[in-house]
């Protein structure tokens, strides 16, 4: 059963513009929320996390946003870059992490 | 600060033998964790320590797979017999607390 999901696998996106990456969870008890981001025969790695006490956090061109109500979060990067071409994934943290599938970004130049 | 080392980076064997992989964590995280990611799924968690005891291994598929952390320090990651469906990347990745570290992985390939 999955308790996290990415619904779109991949997205692209014109650099300069805005990327907005989805992800969705169905475990209320989840209490952090961490995105990662894995380029190709690399580990992921960590990019930004929010607490389920708050519905945004920033930090610089990264973005992210909880509704707990709609059991969603989304990142959002501002202005898109060709270096954040990679796969993201959002985990949801209760006694452990669980992962999204991921979803492959392409930033165009 | 040094991050989460495994070795090997990638190994090839054929069904039925077996596989081991290793695991330095970053100093002072006292939580392990190893996910299975097959390919075009997210990490699966395979088991969890926390320090030298296990705190989750409920996916495990313990008639094969196995895992220690002597110590509370290096952990390996053992299958045997190996099954075609066993290939993936297997990660490591540490935490003291909040987000997870992780290695560079394992890429198994069983053939």
């Known amino acids: 059963d999955q308790q996290v999901k990415q619904n779109s696998p991949s997205l692209s996106v014109q650099e300069g513009r805005i990327s907005i990456l989805n992800c969705d969870y169905t475990?209320?008890?989840?209490?952090?929320f961490l995105w990662y981001k894995k380029y190709p025969a690399e580990g992921p790695t960590f990019l930004i996390s929010?607490?389920?006490?708050?519905d945004k956090n920033e930090d610089g061109r990264f973005t992210v946003f909880l509704n707990k109500s709609a059991k969603h979060l989304s990142l959002h990067i501002v202005p898109s870059q060709p270096g954040d071409s990679a796969v993201y994934f959002c985990?949801?943290?209760?006694?452990?992490?669980?992962f999204g599938t991921g979803t492959s970004l392409t930033v165009i130049p | 600060e040094a991050g989460v080392a495994q070795s090997p980076r990638y190994k090839i064997i054929e069904k039925r033998q077996s596989v081991a992989f290793w695991c330095n964590p970053i100093s002072g995280h006292a939580t392990l964790y190893w996910y299975q990611q097959i390919l075009g799924q997210g990490p699966k968690l395979l088991i969890q320590?926390?320090?030298?005891?296990?705190?989750?291994d409920s996916q495990l598929p313990k008639d094969r797979f196995s895992a220690e952390r002597l110590k509370g320090v290096d952990s390996t990651l053992k299958i045997q017999p190996a099954k075609l469906e066993d290939s993936a990347v297997y990660l490591c990745?540490?935490?003291?607390?909040?987000?997870?570290?992780f290695g560079q992985g394992t890429r198994l390939t069983v053939v």
């Open positions: 320590f926390q320090n030298n005891g296990v705190v989750d």
């Open positions: 985990a949801a943290s209760g006694n452990q992490f669980y």
């Open positions: 990745a540490s935490s003291r607390t909040g987000e997870a570290f």
């Open positions: 475990n209320s008890m989840f209490d952090y």
């Open positions: 929010i607490s389920s006490i708050k």
